[in-house]
Nanobody
Framework: VQLVESGGGLVEPGGSLRLSCAAS????????VAWYGQAPGKERDLVAS??????????NYADSVKGRFTISRDNTKNAVYLQMNSLKPEDTAVYYC???????????????WGQGTQVTVSS
């Protein structure tokens, strides 16, 4: 299983970006998904998560991004997204996609990470 992020880049304060994470390989089911951010010299922190239980998705956001970022998923494409609006310089970080994936029916889920995509917010 492989997770590949895209959509990062340089954006001015107040701008928007949409990060994408595509999962490929042996995938029976993608369970919980999340985005983490790691700013220079800091630890990797949870930005947004989506926990799926039955037909209901529960989302959670870091206080610093509430109302500005939105996590979503498209199960038909094995993809996860992070819509980032009203970006601030303090949002500058490498953003990583995280997913718990069941590779085959009946097996346990494993946790996977993408390679990260750089987001820089600067004028």
């Amino acid at each position: 299983v492989q997770l590949v992020e895209s959509g990062g880049g340089l954006v001015e304060p107040g701008g928007s970006l949409r990060l994408s994470c595509a999962a490929s390989g042996s995938i029976f089911r993608i369970n919980d998904v999340a985005w983490y951010g790691q700013a220079p010299g800091k630890e990797r922190d949870l930005v947004a998560s989506m926990i799926s239980r039955g037909n209901t998705n529960y989302t959670n956001y870091a206080d610093s991004v509430k109302g500005r970022f939105t996590i979503s998923r498209d199960n038909t494409k094995n993809a996860v997204y992070l819509q980032m609006n009203s970006l601030k310089p303090e949002d500058t970080a490498v953003y990583y996609c995280n997913a718990k994936i069941t590779p085959y029916r009946g097996l346990s889920a494993y946790e996977y990470w993408g390679q990260g995509t750089q987001v820089t917010v600067s004028s």
